[in-house]
């Protein structure tokens, strides 16, 4: 395990290192546009080039189960600490950014190259499930709700924008595509499978870049604030999760890589919705470092259990 997060601290590093060279593009613009490549094109053909090969098993209906009861209990908790414990003592706007914090995971942009990487290939499919059939229509919905209710925007939400959102997101095509592609068993050239798999590949090359692009030197005084969110995010809902996981699911290795998801840090796409609703993108921000630095600790322990 530790050689596998070698492996992946080098594009993250290389991340880190492109704030520091001369004359380069501003990192805000290139963490955009890596972003916008990669969700419109390069996730919906890896998107498209795996499911449209994973044959139908339990995996279609537990992993997003997992999913949704992740966001579930972590929103729960969030909402009990920040929004009821700590309302009095914390603005609004930080309130809304901590929840999300705690609540969802980097499913795609951290947890596939982690899970592809301690458990194969052929696991490539499960944070793809776990991500767009769960984690991210409940971002676009419930996360929009929240980011309104804590907000200092004048940005409004209701069910049918977020659902028509998340409907027209290029990865959510490409999997009705796939599914359909797979149920039909409709044939499919070997080259267009064999490319779509092969674009897919620079995937987590570039996330990991991203996710070096905004990390920063955390703030001391900011650790009693995000801590909660931290240990909710990265150790008290995968504990919850694993009892779950242990009774819904059979397959070994489906389960350690649902659980490998379930105890990724913060999603990073959080922070574009902090920055559209108004919530406290600082704060965010550095519970997104802190549970990525602690969920360097936590995720090797949780494979060496698994």
């Not at 070994?252 to 559209?276: D, G, H, I, N, Q």
Request: charged share 10%.
């Amino acid at each position: 395990m530790i050689d596998v997060f070698l492996q992946l601290s080098i594009p993250l590093a290389c991340g880190v290192l492109y704030r520091f060279l001369p004359d380069t593009l501003a990192v805000a613009d290139v963490r955009r546009v890596i972003g916008s490549i990669v969700l419109n094109v390069f996730i919906p053909l890896l998107t498209f080039g795996v499911l449209s090969r994973v044959h139908s098993g339990e995996h279609i209906w537990t992993v997003p189960i997992v999913s949704v009861l992740t966001v579930l209990v972590g929103l729960a908790l969030s909402w009990l600490v920040y929004a009821v414990g700590l309302r009095h003592r914390l603005p609004a706007a930080s309130i809304g950014a901590l929840i999300l914090a705690g609540t969802w995971c980097n499913a795609m942009y951290l947890g596939l190259p982690i899970t592809t990487a301690v458990l194969g290939e052929g696991a490539r499919h499960i944070p793809i499930e776990y991500d767009y059939l769960g984690m991210t229509p409940l971002l676009f919905s419930v996360g929009s709700l929240i980011c309104v209710r804590f907000g200092t925007g004048n940005e409004q939400a209701s069910l049918g924008d977020a659902v028509r959102q998340v409907l027209r997101l290029p990865p959510m095509i490409a999997i009705a595509i796939a599914m359909l592609v797979n149920i039909i068993d409709i044939p499919i050239a070997p080259w267009i499978t064999a490319s779509c798999l092969a674009a897919g590949k620079i995937v987590p090359q570039l996330m990991l870049f991203s996710i070096g692009l905004t990390l920063r030197v955390p703030e001391l005084r900011r650790v009693p604030i995000i801590l909660p969110a931290v240990l909710i995010r990265t150790m008290i809902v995968p504990v919850i999760i694993w009892f779950v996981a242990t009774w819904l699911i059979d397959d070994k290795m489906l389960e350690t890589a649902v659980m490998l998801e379930t105890a990724m840090p913060t999603m990073m796409l959080t922070m574009v919705f902090a920055e559209r609703y108004g919530l406290d993108t600082d704060v965010l921000a550095q519970a997104i470092l802190g549970s990525t630095l602690v969920s360097l600790m936590t995720l090797p322990f949780l494979v060496s259990l698994m």
